[in-house]
């Protein structure tokens, strides 16, 4: 059975990695799986904890008590021009804008040229007014004076566009459209795209968008720095991954994040790219993992307002210490309720995007990195087969409780070894997959070995119940790899007993009496052979064969087939006893004992099989069994049984003999009781007779009579004694050979 378990075991294991490998790298299959996957990230972001952020990024939002003071949204531009010059006079080192102007914020300056063209048109000479028209015209150009504040700002302005992902969103732009809006988010290209071979090139696996937005010409043409600002959320809405680059046309184009990082370090930013995809964007030392695509996880820091949030209505009015923006990296963005985009992040659910791009930039300033392997398909692969794996050929060989806490070890063991390396190490691997394979594994594992050896314990009662005691049974069904069916040798001591002269007996009897004295007879013989954890191999009419030592383990089974036969010799005492009383005839029952090696298991045809033994030590019992009418003996073992049971019992030694088919001669003993029980003139009878059996050996037949003679005396009726006495006397008249070796030849078996 076990063999039968460990290959199915491995035919389940097999199949599970093979449903599990073809599942991961088949996302489709299982959709559910990946969301749990991503929730898993989230469970590793709320396990590890928040972070304290850098101190070179803050946020100037737009928030509440800046619409409260400033008037609703959208400002005119002058107002984020003056914001402009305060941050840079202030002493900011970066400005990045998470808004893009996309449209031009003109309508006071086409009044005033209304007016203007009016006032040429009436001919009106009034140099004065002209020149307090013009310049209310320049000062009214909120688009030139955001420019311009760009243009003069001691700090590096980084303006933000988005880019339309899907063709539906661009039904309103034509190609002269999409082409002025391409030219306006040049300055969000990268220049620098490196692959590392011709198949790199040729793969072109880039996210590609369909249209940009971008600023307007006036303000996009301020600034040599700008990048887009999408985010895209996972399946289940959350954002956790960054695009870094976007494809569009023929050029790919950088995240506003990477752009304000790139102004920040004064350093250019290069993309690398392998055959399988984008492998890193570098930015002078800092080199950012992605993944193929070119996406980056962003490491959260915590919640929201992780970073500083300074009110632009303070930075506007002068309140707000100059140091609190010195050298910093600020990003402008919108984050007053009912305005601004809400995210979804690990952390929270109302999460400015604003401060998304805060935790990639400060992630990517101090190097704390999240990075999943670039083909992290294959770890969760590698994961599969070493925990299933494992799992599957571990199963077979333990127990169940030891097998369920193994399982129970293994996958919580890989869950913190993911915990652990998200946390020090920044690594992603994926959770899902390995544990659902490894759990899957097991609960099949366990469901076939449950209904396998729900079988066994069913064929073992059926096979069992009825010739073992239940304590062996259950033994049995707790520890079947005990009993090995087919065949195999063991050590063991064979039991034989017969009735005797029971043909005379069932000559006498009706045959319902004879049926029910052999019934009462085998019952109460049987009993005692269970109750010392022997085996009822079956039952030859009035003779019992049994089997100590198999199916079960008994290390000490000549010493309890001895004690079974003695206890079974004194209960047929108490029963002949019985019998006496209810006019019932009288059953005396011979035994025979033999040791040593046989083999046992199932045996017979493929239609009918019984547990039994067969081998030498088997055919010596059966023999033993019926020397006892050449000695008058009731229960004869052999040396063997002898040798292994001597320190508990009392038996004499009776002869040596050449049993039918065998050539080399076998010493019987009688087993006369347990040590602490036989009187002292059956001691006394015992030395005689061993005396008397030396002398007999040594072919001095009279000095061996008197011995056996003596023995006679302490005991009268002593067969044994009587048989010895016998046999020298035909030795005294016709010697046997000189080459004699002291054995009797049995002419029967």
């Given at each position: 059975m076990l063999k039968k378990l460990k290959s199915s075991s491995l035919i389940i294991t097999l199949l599970i990695l093979c449903a599990g490998i073809y599942a991961s790298s088949s996302k489709a299959v299982f959709p559910f799986l990946d969301i749990i996957e991503l929730k898993t990230i989230d469970l590793r972001f709320e396990a590890r904890g928040e972070k304290v952020p850098g101190s070179s990024v803050v946020l100037a939002v737009i928030d509440e008590k800046s619409l409260k003071a400033e008037g609703k949204w959208i400002w005119p531009r002058k107002k984020i021009a003056e914001l402009v010059t305060r941050l840079s006079d202030a002493g900011a080192r970066v400005i990045a804008f998470d808004i893009v102007f996309s449209e031009a914020d003109n309508k006071g300056v086409a009044v005033l040229q209304d007016v203007h063209q009016a006032v040429g048109r009436l001919n009106i000479d009034q140099p004065d007014f002209k020149n307090y028209l013009n310049r209310l015209i320049s000062e009214s150009d909120n688009?030139?004076?955001?420019?311009?504040?760009?243009?003069?700002?001691?700090?590096?302005?980084?303006?933000?566009?988005?880019?339309?992902?899907?063709?539906?969103?661009?039904?309103?732009?034509?190609?002269?459209?999409?082409?002025?809006?391409?030219?306006?988010?040049?300055?969000?290209?990268?220049?620098?795209?490196?692959?590392?071979?011709?198949?790199?090139?040729?793969?072109?696996?880039?996210?590609?968008?369909?249209?940009?937005?971008?600023?307007?010409?006036?303000?996009?043409?301020?600034?040599?720095?700008?990048?887009?600002?999408?985010?895209?959320?996972?399946?289940?809405?959350?954002?956790?991954?960054?695009?870094?680059?976007?494809?569009?046309?023929?050029?790919?184009?950088?995240?506003?994040?990477?752009?304000?990082?790139?102004?920040?370090?004064?350093?250019?930013?290069?993309?690398?790219?392998?055959?399988?995809?984008?492998?890193?964007?570098?930015?002078?030392?800092?080199?950012?993992?992605?993944?193929?695509?070119?996406?980056?996880?962003?490491?959260?820091?915590?919640?929201?307002?992780?970073?500083?949030?300074?009110?632009?209505?303070?930075?506007?009015?002068?309140?707000?210490?100059?140091?609190?923006?010195?050298?910093?990296?600020?990003?402008?963005?919108?984050?007053?309720?009912?305005?601004?985009?809400?995210?979804?992040?690990?952390?929270?659910?109302?999460?400015?995007?604003?401060?998304?791009?805060?935790?990639?930039?400060?992630?990517?300033?101090?190097?704390?990195?999240?990075?999943?392997?670039?083909?992290?398909?294959?770890?969760?692969?590698?994961?599969?087969?070493?925990?299933?794996?494992?799992?599957?050929?571990?199963?077979?060989?333990?127990?169940?409780?030891?097998?369920?806490?193994?399982?129970?070890?293994?996958?919580?063991?890989?869950?913190?070894?993911?915990?652990?390396?998200?946390?020090?190490?920044?690594?992603?691997?994926?959770?899902?997959?390995?544990?659902?394979?490894?759990?899957?594994?097991?609960?099949?594992?366990?469901?076939?070995?449950?209904?396998?050896?729900?079988?066994?314990?069913?064929?073992?009662?059926?096979?069992?119940?009825?010739?073992?005691?239940?304590?062996?049974?259950?033994?049995?069904?707790?520890?079947?790899?005990?009993?090995?069916?087919?065949?195999?040798?063991?050590?063991?001591?064979?039991?034989?007993?017969?009735?005797?002269?029971?043909?005379?007996?069932?000559?006498?009897?009706?045959?319902?009496?004879l049926v029910e004295l052999l019934n009462e007879f085998l019952t109460e013989m049987s009993d005692i052979i269970l109750a010392h954890n022997g085996l009822v191999d079956k039952y030859e009419g009035d003779a019992i064969i049994a089997m100590f030592g198999a199916p079960n383990d008994l290390e000490n089974h000549a010493q309890v087939a001895c004690a079974a036969s003695i206890d079974m010799q004194e209960r047929l005492l108490v029963l002949r006893k019985k019998w006496e009383t209810e006019k019932k005839l009288i059953i005396r029952m011979r035994v025979g004992l033999s040791s040593g090696p046989a083999v046992v298991g199932n045996m017979g045809s493929k239609d009918r099989m019984d547990y039994t033994m067969m081998g030498d030590t088997v055919n010596t019992a059966a023999r033993l069994e019926g020397v006892n009418k050449v000695y008058g003996t009731y229960t004869m073992i052999s040396e063997t049984t002898y040798e292994g049971a001597e320190e508990s019992i009392v038996a004499r030694e009776l002869d040596a003999i050449n049993v039918m088919g065998k050539a080399i001669p076998v010493k019987i003993y009688e087993l006369i009781g347990y040590k602490d029980e036989v009187s002292e003139t059956m001691m006394q009878t015992i030395l005689f007779y061993e005396k008397g059996l030396s002398a007999y050996r040594h072919c001095r037949w009279s000095s061996a009579v008197d011995y056996f003679k003596q023995a006679l005396e302490m005991t009268p009726d002593d067969p044994p004694s009587r048989v010895m006495i016998g046999r020298c006397q035909e030795y005294q008249a016709n010697p046997p050979d000189a080459c004699w070796n002291g054995a009797y030849i049995m002419r029967t078996k």
């Open positions: 688009d030139r004076l955001l420019a311009d504040a760009i243009s003069n700002s001691k700090a590096d302005i980084v303006l933000g566009n988005f880019f339309h992902m899907e063709a539906q969103e661009m039904i309103h732009m034509d190609e002269n459209m999409i082409a002025a809006q391409a030219a306006n988010i040049q300055s969000a290209a990268c220049q620098s795209v490196q692959y590392s071979s011709e198949k790199a090139f040729v793969n072109d696996l880039f996210m590609e968008v369909s249209a940009p937005e971008a600023n307007i010409s006036v303000i996009a043409g301020s600034t040599p720095y700008s990048g887009h600002f999408n985010m895209r959320p996972d399946k289940d809405g959350v954002i956790r991954w960054i695009p870094g680059v976007f494809k569009f046309r023929d050029q790919l184009y950088a995240h506003l994040s990477l752009k304000a990082l790139a102004a920040y370090t004064n350093n250019p930013l290069d993309v690398f790219v392998e055959d399988v995809g984008v492998d890193r964007i570098q930015i002078g030392d800092l080199q950012v993992p992605t993944d193929e695509l070119g996406r980056i996880m962003v490491n959260y820091r915590g919640g929201s307002k992780r970073f500083p949030h300074i009110s632009v209505t303070d930075i506007l009015n002068d309140r707000v210490d100059p140091r609190e923006l010195k050298d910093k990296l600020v990003i402008v963005g919108v984050t007053a309720i009912g305005v601004y985009d809400l995210r979804v992040t690990p952390f929270d659910t109302n999460f400015p995007g604003v401060e998304i791009n805060a935790n990639l930039i400060d992630s990517i300033l101090s190097r704390d990195f999240l990075y999943q392997p670039a083909l992290v398909e294959i770890y969760g692969i590698i994961a599969m087969l070493i925990l299933g794996g494992f799992l599957g050929w571990l199963l077979p060989k333990i127990k169940v409780i030891p097998g369920a806490v193994s399982a129970l070890g293994l996958m919580v063991g890989y869950f913190f070894l993911c915990l652990y390396l998200f946390a020090a190490q920044g690594i992603v691997l994926n959770i899902v997959y390995p544990v659902i394979v490894t759990l899957f594994i097991y609960i099949s594992i366990s469901a076939y070995r449950y209904f396998v050896e729900e079988g066994q314990k069913r064929f073992i009662k059926s096979a069992f119940s009825t010739y073992l005691a239940p304590a062996v049974v259950n033994q049995l069904i707790e520890s079947p790899e005990r009993l090995v069916l087919g065949g195999e040798e063991r050590q063991i001591t064979a039991f034989f007993s017969d009735v005797a002269g029971f043909t005379s007996i069932s000559e006498k009897l009706s045959p319902h009496e």
